[in-house]
């Protein structure tokens, strides 16, 4: 597998590089900026390119691009995902298995929060929402797959270690007993949690803004790349 590194500052075109690397692949013709034939490949399917960004929207711009510029079909694009989209499919996630803001008030209330300042109530839906800074500390550190403590040390928040800990473990306790998964866990780390054959089709995978990628993230990529014959990784 050759891997291939694209650099350069934001609004350089690194991602429509990718996009133009993708065209390349599907229609066989390779066209710089200015539109200029300067390659040719034998084309491969939709079904062989796996895409991955961060945003739908993203995604959308590009599916789009691949159906009208090149000619394939929607429903080969079956690779065009976010991490946590591809994530989400692999382990056979539903929307049941994610843990709810209504589970984690469950859950702090059952720690002996009974009072947390950042739940707020919609009047009309009587959607919760929790904004809770150690939240995003405790998904920061599984995230990065560091240990809550080294979290700490680096994203020090105003609440007292032991609390933020008490919240941690009854999270745990909540999703065990439950069998409930937090937002982090739709990046499977592993690959017992993965299908055998789920990427085998890939030849060719690209990785948009893989500087944002979080550890986790980084190491589910890894495991794509191992699990499928892949003839090049650009990122």
Not at 61 to 87: I, P, W
Not at 181 to 202: G, N, Y
Request: charged share 30%; aromatic share 10%.
């Amino acid at each position: 597998m050759k891997s291939i590194k694209v650099f350069g500052p934001p609004g350089t075109g690194k991602t429509s590089f990718l996009i133009r690397q993708v065209k390349f692949r599907l229609t066989g013709k390779l066209y710089d900026k200015d539109n200029k034939l300067i390659d040719t490949c034998s084309p491969v399917s939709a079904a062989n390119i796996g895409y991955c960004s961060f945003t739908n929207e993203a995604l959308r711009v590009a599916k789009k691009k691949m159906v009208e510029e090149c000619g394939v079909d929607y429903n080969d694009l079956q690779y065009f995902r976010t991490l946590h989209s591809l994530g989400y499919e692999t382990q056979s996630f539903t929307n049941n298995t994610l843990i709810t803001q209504d589970d984690l008030k469950a859950c702090f209330e059952n720690a002996g929060y009974a009072h947390i300042e950042d739940i707020t109530t919609d009047e009309l839906t009587g959607k919760i929402e929790i904004k809770d800074p150690t939240l995003s500390l405790i998904n920061y550190a599984k995230s990065r797959m560091m240990t809550l403590s080294e979290a700490f040390a680096k994203r020090p928040v105003s609440e007292n270690y032991s609390d933020i800990e008490r919240k941690k473990e009854a999270i745990e306790i909540f999703c065990k007993r439950n069998g409930k998964k937090d937002f982090a866990d739709m990046i499977p780390i592993t690959h017992k949690d993965i299908k055998k054959d789920e990427f085998k089709k890939i030849k060719y995978l690209f990785i948009d803004e893989a500087q944002d990628l979080s550890t986790r993230q980084f190491q589910f990529i890894q495991i794509i790349a191992s699990l499928c014959d892949l003839k090049q990784l650009w990122i």
